[in-house]
């Protein structure tokens, strides 16, 4: 998608400071990270969301799971993280080309989730 973001951080075409890449997924720094370990993992190929994919999608989703946890520990999250995957306006998706947050550090993330009063 040439007016895609991510895709364009795939090219090289916008910078990233990657951490990660193999032939399916590219990792990098997210640009304003929430916790000391803020990693985006997507696939390289664009999908838009999780509302997007189909049976073809299956390897690259298995390698992005496969490989998350290596990318947290190799970057400050050593004992465990948590995976976020956004999916479109009831997700609070902004980019829209799929990706998985990887948030960790040395303290816990907290909370999954507050009550909505
Ligand atoms: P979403 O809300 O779509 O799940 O998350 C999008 C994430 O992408 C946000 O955490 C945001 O900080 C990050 N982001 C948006 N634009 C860029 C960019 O150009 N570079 C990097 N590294 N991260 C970005
Ligand atoms: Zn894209």
Do not use: W
Not at 61 to 68: H, N, T
Not at 74 to 87: P, Q
């Amino acid at each position: 998608m040439s007016d895609c973001i991510f895709c364009k951080i795939v090219a090289g075409e916008i910078p990233s400071k990657k951490v990660f890449e193999d032939d399916l997924v590219y990792a990098f720094h997210d640009i304003h990270p929430l916790r000391p370990t803020h990693i985006l993992l997507i696939p390289k190929r664009h999908i838009t969301s999780l509302a997007h994919v189909g049976v073809e999608d299956e390897p690259v989703l298995g390698r992005m799971l496969a490989v998350a946890h290596e990318i947290a520990a190799k970057n400050g999250s050593v004992d465990g993280f948590r995976a976020i995957i956004n999916t479109g306006r009831i997700g609070g998706q902004e980019v829209p080309h799929l990706h998985l947050h990887i948030v960790g550090g040395g303290q816990p993330v907290g909370p999954m989730l507050t009550k909505v009063q």
